[in-house]
């Protein structure tokens, strides 16, 4: 693992477990053990080590996902079936912390501050993700049925990451499974 690696891991590790906000420069350089000069080496500012976890989590989940999906043809009712299916199992993780881009725009909640808008960029990114396999599997509206997921989905991590175990990811997988049946 090289040192930009190693900066970004422990930072996720901190983001993930403490907040953004709570994670300071000078405790990701002490849990990192490395020096203010390397860290500002790999990233510039902390707006851009948060933009780098941001990006990595999603780069990961994609990654996932499509390896998950690869298994299925396209156009194919069975792909959006399987999609519902995997949206539930990665929001039911007993890890699951909700989505980061979430956390980060509540963490930085002013529209013009840069991981603001990033995090609109990369929920504009999963429902584009989310529409274009809509329009793979063959759907008749895949922009709308993309949107319609995507609300599902969001709203079913932000229900699991609150109240965690509840069985808003279930829930969401079945009206998502109802949506994709009337989309085809």
Request: hydrophobic share 45%; net charge neutral; charged share 20%.
């Amino acid at each position: 693992m090289n040192m930009r690696e190693k900066i970004l891991n422990i930072a996720s590790s901190l983001f993930d477990s403490r907040g953004i906000q709570a994670s300071g420069v000078d405790t990701i350089i002490l849990e990192a053990g490395v020096a203010k000069a390397t860290l500002y080496k790999h990233f510039p500012s902390k707006n851009q080590l948060i933009t780098a976890y941001l990006r990595d989590k999603s780069d990961k989940f994609y990654a996932w996902l499509n390896a998950q999906l690869s298994s299925k043809k396209a156009e194919s009712l069975e792909l959006l079936l399987l999609l519902c299916e995997l949206m539930e199992q990665w929001i039911s993780q007993p890890e699951f912390r909700g989505l980061p881009f979430h956390i980060a725009a509540v963490e930085f909640p002013e529209a013009e501050h840069p991981i603001n808008q990033y995090s609109v960029v990369l929920s504009a990114e999963l429902q584009g993700y989310l529409c274009q396999i809509a329009r793979h599997a063959g759907a008749k509206d895949p922009e709308a049925l993309g949107q319609q997921l995507t609300i599902l989905f969001e709203g079913a991590a932000l229900v699991e990451r609150l109240t965690p175990n509840t069985g808003a990811a279930t829930r969401a997988k079945l009206a998502a499974i109802t949506l994709v049946r009337h989309a085809i």
